[in-house]
């Protein structure tokens, strides 16, 4: 299992804990952004920059992403392309993305981006708050735990 991150979208606070469970468990972790980026100077944890443009680094991440990884992001089209590939996917508020709930997901979406092109203000998505970086980073253990080579 290797670990993709929808690095542009992604809270700094989130990438820190993705950055401790790489040095941890030795997995792979890729940070896709169209502009620089900081990361520990680690050789499991990398960086790959990608140009801009609308969607280049979700699909530079879909492209390379292989069955078993695991894409951090919280573009639920881009989940929902994972989830067919074969790929685990999980919100940074700690939302496991899964092939039971993604269709859901997606319907709502659509919904809301409906609504919001007819005109009706829609409410923001609220600060990442401490429950929802517990949950984050819960829910990467826990998907750690289960995805861990045998020994």
Not at 38 to 63: K, M, T
Not at 71 to 77: A, F, L, M, N
């Amino acid at each position: 299992m290797d670990i993709w991150v929808d690095a542009d979208a992604c809270p700094v606070v989130i990438k820190e804990i993705l950055f401790r469970a790489a040095e941890r468990t030795g997995i792979t972790l890729t940070l896709v952004a169209n502009h620089g980026m900081r990361i520990p100077p680690v050789p499991n944890i990398r960086f790959l920059q990608v140009e801009s443009g609308f969607d280049v680094a979700d699909n530079e991440i879909v492209r390379r992403s292989e069955p078993g990884d695991l894409v951090i992001t919280g573009d639920i089209p881009m989940a929902a392309e994972v989830i067919e590939k074969g790929g685990l996917a999980l919100s940074p508020r700690g939302e496991a993305f899964t092939k039971e709930n993604i269709r859901g997901r997606l319907n709502v979406r659509d919904f809301m981006d409906t609504m919001r092109a007819s005109g009706i203000e829609m409410s923001k998505t609220p600060p990442l708050s401490k429950t929802d970086r517990q949950t984050f980073a819960n829910g990467l253990d826990r998907i750690l735990a289960r995805h861990q080579p045998k020994a």
